[in-house]
């Protein structure tokens, strides 16, 4: 499995910097599936997780789990009830 998840992982990082180029950095292990993809100041994470949703790709924006967003109500997904 380790073998795998490191074929998979090294198609994924390959194919992030191939469409996002020098743009991003990308913090990964190479030995499992999860990876963070650092995006430059201004960036909007929401709009990069959409579209990789569109492409069948599973992730998460960590604007989503930011304190920030959430206290500031910028993000629908956070907004105090």
Same mark, same amino acid.
């Given at each position: 499995?380790? @073998?795998?998840?490191?074929?998979?992982?090294?198609?994924?990082?390959?194919?992030?910097?191939?469409?996002?180029?020098? /743009?991003?950095?990308?913090?990964?292990?190479?030995?499992?599936?999860?990876?963070? @993809?650092?995006?430059?100041?201004?960036?909007?994470?929401?709009?990069?997780?959409?579209?990789?949703?569109?492409?069948?790709?599973?992730?998460?924006? !960590?604007?989503? !789990?930011?304190?920030?967003?959430?206290? /500031?109500? /910028?993000?629908?997904?956070?907004?105090?009830?």
């Amino acid at each position: 499995m380790r @073998v795998l998840y490191m074929e998979r992982n090294e198609l994924l990082v390959a194919e992030i910097e191939k469409q996002l180029g020098a /743009t991003v950095e990308i913090v990964s292990v190479p030995a499992g599936m999860h990876l963070v @993809v650092l995006l430059p100041d201004g960036a909007e994470d929401i709009i990069l997780w959409q579209r990789a949703a569109e492409a069948g790709i599973a992730s998460w924006p !960590l604007s989503m !789990l930011s304190k920030k967003a959430g206290a /500031t109500g /910028t993000d629908p997904w956070l907004r105090r009830r």
